[in-house]
């Protein structure tokens, strides 16, 4: 099998990881590449898509990331089978209750506690195209607040892409565990106003690019200070969502 598609080489190298990156993706999702099934040798890939050896590797980096494929020494790299259908999210957390806004605040505690180390850990083991995937996440949660999108899926990738990026699994495992139900919008709501809304969403943002920024510069206690501020910001959300709660039904 191949996908004989030459990427423009006049684009800078991260443009390429990601067009190469993208067009493997798009093979391995349609069938072209089943899983089990080897991809092309590096230097196939090298010579069909008209690329150098550095792009292949960074583009094959991101694949690992997302759990596409798996690198098999001496023998290639394989596709991997498809995660399962089954939700496994709070398979450990069988008291939690996601509609109590108490429950949100236990996790996300319990999230600082994982995530700020996860954040200082990428800032020294990132790879190149993981970092790049990070930045890409990043763009896509800003998006997504951008259009007013609902930004649970590109946020909870974007925190997937940094657990990634410590090159220690269990982070990511950890993550996936609790699931992206963990992170909602709940802090806006239908009858703030476009003011408080506006305010809230630059927030946000805010907080997630000092976070990446951190990352992206190596700067490891940069990245844990803004993991940890972005996250207990997210409490305080919450804690104030809560007291009003309380106050309502008084």
Do not use: W
């Amino acid at each position: 099998m191949s996908v004989e598609t030459k990427l423009d080489t006049g684009k800078g190298s991260g443009t390429l990881v990601s067009k190469l990156g993208d067009t493997l993706r798009h093979a391995i999702v349609t069938g072209q590449f089943p899983p089990g099934s080897r991809l092309p040798s590096e230097a196939q890939l090298t010579e069909t898509h008209g690329v150098s050896r550095t792009v292949v590797r960074e583009a094959i980096a991101a694949l690992r990331a997302d759990r596409l494929v798996e690198a098999r020494q001496g023998a290639g790299v394989f596709v991997l089978e498809p995660p399962s259908s089954t939700p496994s999210s709070m398979l450990s957390f069988p008291s939690i209750d996601l509609a109590r806004v108490s429950s949100m605040i236990e996790l996300l505690e319990l999230r600082t506690a994982v995530e700020v180390e996860a954040a200082g850990l990428a800032a020294l083991r990132r790879s190149p195209a993981q970092e790049e995937v990070i930045l890409e996440r990043h763009y896509a949660v800003r998006a997504c607040l951008e259009a007013s999108r609902p930004t649970s899926e590109a946020d909870f990738a974007l925190h997937l892409a940094i657990a990634e990026a410590t090159n220690n699994p269990r982070f990511r495992e950890f993550l996936t565990m609790i699931g992206r139900s963990l992170i909602p919008r709940a802090a806006l709501r239908p009858d703030d106003s476009e003011t408080d809304q506006t305010a809230y969403i630059k927030l946000l943002d805010e907080e997630h690019e000092a976070i990446v920024a951190a990352i992206s510069d190596g700067d490891e206690e940069a990245a844990r200070e803004a993991m940890r501020s972005h996250l207990r910001g997210s409490q305080l959300r919450y804690r104030s969502l809560l007291r009003e709660l309380r106050e309502s039904v008084r």
